[in-house]
């Protein structure tokens, strides 16, 4: 899943993918809490699909591995408020924790956020944060085969760990 091509957010290539893997990376670092030990992009926002014709910038779909979700969830509502539901405001990050690793597939999504990319024009993106445990046993033992599944599509891995990227080989 290593795509090595560089491009601008605006255009596309032949292999069809859309950005640069050094700007997206730059993006989750300017805006997200530091703890990210594993992070990718998926679908039209980060590969230019057949079937879109339309020339409007898409919503980015990336995927963030950390170590301990209670722990990112609180330093993200702290620092990224907006990206929270009032429900989860309510709860903090022990009910964000206990939403994302009891009642969901071990991932927390945040739809249509606006990330600051530094230019004029910022980015849409739909955000999922997983711990490092539960993507690890999604590859290897398939409880919910949703990031295993997710993973067998083509991604853009932006910020790589080598368990992930050896259990992902081994599936």
Not at 8 to 30: A, C, D, P, V
Not at 61 to 89: K, T
Request: net charge negative; proline share 4%.
């Amino acid at each position: 899943h290593n795509h090595n091509v560089t491009m601008t957010t605006t255009t596309t290539t032949k292999s069809g993918q859309i950005g640069n893997r050094s700007q997206l990376t730059s993006l989750i670092e300017t805006n997200f809490p530091s703890g990210i030990c594993h992070a990718f992009g998926y679908g039209s926002g980060i590969f230019e699909q057949d079937y879109t014709s339309s020339t409007t910038p898409k919503m980015m779909d990336l995927i963030m591995v950390v170590r301990s979700a209670r722990s990112f969830h609180e330093e993200l509502l702290q620092r990224n408020p907006g990206h929270y539901s009032w429900i989860c405001h309510l709860g903090g990050p022990i009910f964000c924790d206990y939403l994302q690793n009891q009642i969901g597939a071990g991932v927390f999504f945040h739809p249509f956020v606006v990330l600051d990319n530094g230019e004029e024009h910022n980015v849409v993106v739909k955000y999922g944060i997983v711990e490092k445990q539960s993507i690890i046993q999604d590859l290897t033992q398939w409880p919910y085969f949703y990031l295993a599944g997710r993973l067998q599509k083509p991604t853009l891995t932006l910020i790589e760990d080598d368990a992930i990227r050896n259990a992902q080989e081994s599936c």
